[in-house]
Structure formats: structure tokens, C-alpha cells
């Protein structure tokens, strides 16, 4: 441990600035919260919200924005699809002609259902409406396909520290566009833990807001090492490969009689994570249940799919090898 308010602290602060503003493609600052990235999802509709938010919905992680909305205050509509469908950016812009809306919250990827939402073309329809401003969830996206917050218009843009950054949970990042905090200097609700304007006050000094979570910075700072040597963009060619094995392999079981799906539509898929409806009778419990006693983990299904899929989270520093051995146990315990 050490004091974070110290000489020492700001260094090593100003190391780990550094390596995040590389991994996230951008040359905003990139404010470092010890939180779930819940809390940032709150922090995006506090400092961007005014009185009407637009939430993108097509699952249980997108609705959580709406519902964090609703929390805070706000009057939030909905653009709402059915659990396993992406969002359409002409029928976003419809719905943008249709009302006033402060902010528009989206996931890029969808965790409970593998879908990939193309966050540029909505942040690019959205942009036709200077006042509203594009908040993004991207907690299974960041790190595992391309983003680029700065050139997609993108003015808020968070992630947590469990998933495809591979590091234990305890940190979540958010980048802000420079209208974002202009709009957050007048937002009259943005309270106090998760005020954007505290957080670039204290990253001026390269001191975090509040007592910082340091023991996970220690491992930020090994892991940054480790994403910069391997490169983001052979990064995210490594999640798209393991994808592409997973989607082959459900059509393996489906040529082999074993009635699997897989719930993102082809083109809005998820490269880090695969939502996969069992067959009919199967339960999703059993089946995570018995690859447990065979000494792997896969995911259970999330919310309104908890019976009836699984999830295979194919992301972080997973390699090709370790998910064909975790393939070998489904299609054994799924025969």
C-alpha cells in the first residue's frame, strides 16, 4: 500500500493514464472509478441527463440503464426490442424526430444475450441531434472488438474491470467527450461520488476522486502491459477467432442432432460472449451444474433466459485451446 495522495501515487497514475489512453483509442482523459460499472452507468445519466432520456433496450443490462435513469430522476423513454435483437439506427433516428431527449443510453455488447449493437451508426444518426448525447455501455465490448470513442462521437463511454479487460472486478473506466463534461457543468443532479467534474479535477493532479481501489491498480498496471504487448487489434482478432469457433461449433451439434441456437442474430453477434438456447426440455441450471462437476465453469442464462440458455464467455486472456477443451466438455455433457 501506499499514500494516494503521495509523489509516488501521482507517478504511478500517470503510468496507468498512459496505457489506458492506448487500449482506448482515444486522447481524452480516462477517468478510473472504484466501482462496479453500474456506477458509471449512473455517473453517464447524472452529468448528462437534464429531465428526458432516450434507453436503447434489448436486454437485461440496457433496461438496467433505463431503470438507473428512472432512479435518478429523469423521464425515460424507451426504444424496446425483444431480448435478442439489435437496434435499427433508422428507427433510432424515427424516434430521435419524434422527441427532445437530453441523452440516448445504449449496450454496445448485450451480456445477457450476445448481441453486438453497431454503436458508430447509432452515435452517427444520433449526432444529426446536437443536443443528445450518446451514452454507451460497453462492459463485454471494450477490449474485445474495436472501439474508438473519440472518432465515433461517442460522449460517454464505460467498462468494467472482470470481463474482456481480464482483471478482477473492483474498477470500472469511463471516457467523456469534451461536450459531455461542458453539459455536465450545468447538470443539476449529478451528485457527488460520481460527479464527472470531480473526477477531471483529480485526474489533473493524477490523483483519483475518492480512495482508490490500489491493490486491483496494481494489477490495471501489469494487465495494461500485457494488452499493449499483445496489441489491440490483434486483441480483438483474437476474441473475433474464438467467436467464430463457438458459433461453428453450435452448428456442429446442430449437424450432429443436438437442437442448439444461438440467440444473436448473424451480423450483431457478440465476440465476447455467446448466448446459446438449449433444446427443448433441456434446462439451463442442469447443464451449467453438470459442467461444474467436470471441473469447468460456463455461464448460466441471465434474467428471462435463465432456464432455457447458457453462455459461453469466450473473452480477457481466454486462448483458442482452453475454449476448445470447455466445447468438449459441453458437446459431452449436452450428448
Known amino acids: 500500500m501506499m499514500s494516494h495522495r503521495g509523489a509516488t501515487s501521482q507517478e504511478f497514475m500517470r ?11 482515444t486522447e481524452r482523459p480516462v477517468f478510473i472509478s472504484t466501482s462496479s460499472a453500474t456506477g458509471l452507468m449512473e455517473a453517464a445519466v447524472r452529468n448528462a441527463g437534464r429531465t428526458k432520456i432516450l434507453s436503447l433496450t434489448n436486454g437485461a443490462f440496457s433496461e438496467r440503464f433505463a431503470q438507473i435513469g428512472r432512479a435518478c430522476g429523469f423521464e425515460v423513454d424507451t426504444y424496446e426490442l425483444p431480448w435478442g435483437q439489435a437496434h435499427d439506427p433508422e428507427v433510432l433516428r424515427d424516434r430521435l424526430e419524434g422527441g427532445v431527449y437530453d441523452a440516448i443510453t445504449m449496450a454496445h455488447s448485450e451480456t445477457s444475450t450476445g448481441v453486438l449493437n453497431d454503436i458508430r451508426a447509432l452515435a452517427a444518426v444520433a449526432h444529426d441531434f446536437p443536443d443528445t448525447l450518446v451514452l454507451v455501455d460497453s462492459v463485454t ?74 491493490s486491483v491498480l496494481y494489477a490495471l498496471e501489469v494487465q495494461l502491459h500485457r494488452m499493449l504487448t499483445e496489441g489491440m487489434e490483434t486483441r480483438w482478432t483474437r476474441h473475433a477467432e474464438m467467436a467464430r469457433r463457438t458459433w461453428q461449433w453450435v452448428g ?76 468438449a466438455v459441453l458437446t459431452e455433457v449436452l450428448s
Open 15 to 25: 503510468g496507468i493514464q498512459a496505457g489506458l489512453k492506448t487500449v482506448f483509442c
Open 252 to 327: 456442429e451439434m446442430r449437424e450432429d442432432g443436438v437442437d442448439l441456437d444461438i440467440v444473436a442474430p448473424d451480423g450483431h453477434r457478440s465476440p465476447s460472449v455467446t448466448t446459446i438456447r438449449l433444446p427443448q426440455g433441456v434446462n439451463g441450471p442442469d447443464v451449467t451444474g453438470a459442467v461444474i462437476d467436470r471441473g469447468w465453469l460456463v455461464g448460466g442464462g441471465y434474467g428471462q433466459l435463465k432456464s432455457t440458455t447458457i453462455r459461453v464467455g469466450h473473452m480477457g486472456d481466454h486462448t483458442m485451446d482452453e475454449l476448445e477443451g470447455m466445447l
Open 141 to 214: 465490448g471494450f477490449g474485445a472488438v474495436e472501439v474508438r470513442p473519440d472518432d465515433w462521437g461517442i460522449d460517454f463511454l464505460l467498462t468494467g474491470s472482470q470481463k474482456a479487460f481480464a482483471l478482477p472486478p473492483g474498477l470500472s473506466f469511463g471516457v467523456a467527450s469534451h461536450r459531455m463534461m461542458e453539459r455536465a457543468k450545468e447538470a443539476p443532479n449529478r451528485g457527488y461520488y460520481f460527479d464527472l467534474l470531480f473526477f477531471q479535477q483529480n485526474h489533473d493532479k493524477d490523483q483519483s476522486p475518492t480512495t482508490p481501489a490500489l
